[in-house]
């Protein structure tokens, strides 16, 4: 028991010396410091383009390698003519024609009986044809008319 409050009584005493000698060089380490800091500084920013010039040739060659991009194709669900309910086909006609053209031909109709909402353009005012077609609804969102018009194709 005698050996361990020794060794803790060295301790403190070897620490207070330790702390006043690091303290005394510790004001020349930073003059030492922010010499040695401004040469390895130049050091690392001229490896850092070396690795960024290597970067961008290895990068210029997938993209060489690519092929162009090919026009892009649209999905054959879309191109499918769809058979029109008579109610619709009351306002853009009866021949079968894919959805994307559905859509273009009610709103062809829609610009030219001005049937757009002047107060909130996303509005459509249905006339008696369109409100046919809406389920008998005075007034519909652009959104919701689209699900509105996928109920008379098959």
Do not use: C
């Not at 922010?34 to 690392?44: G, N």
Request: proline share 10%.
């Amino acid at each position: 028991m005698a050996t361990a409050p020794k060794k803790a009584a060295a301790k403190p005493a070897a620490k207070k010396p330790a702390a006043k000698a690091a303290a005394k060089p510790a004001a020349k380490k930073p003059v030492a410091k922010a010499a040695a800091k401004p040469a390895a500084k130049p050091a690392k920013a001229a490896a850092k383009p070396a690795k960024a010039a290597a970067k961008p040739a290895a990068a210029k060659k997938p993209a060489a390698a690519k092929k162009p991009a090919a026009a892009r194709k649209p999905n054959a669900a879309f191109m499918k003519p769809m058979t029109l309910s008579p109610v619709l086909a009351a306002v853009i006609g009866a021949a079968p024609m894919p959805r994307t053209e559905v859509t273009k031909k009610i709103w062809e109709y829609i610009k030219k009986h001005k049937l757009q909402d002047e107060a909130n353009k996303r509005n459509i005012n249905a006339d008696d044809k369109l409100k046919a077609v809406f389920g008998g609804k005075k007034q519909v969102s652009m959104f919701e008319m689209t699900k509105l018009i996928s109920g008379h194709l098959s």
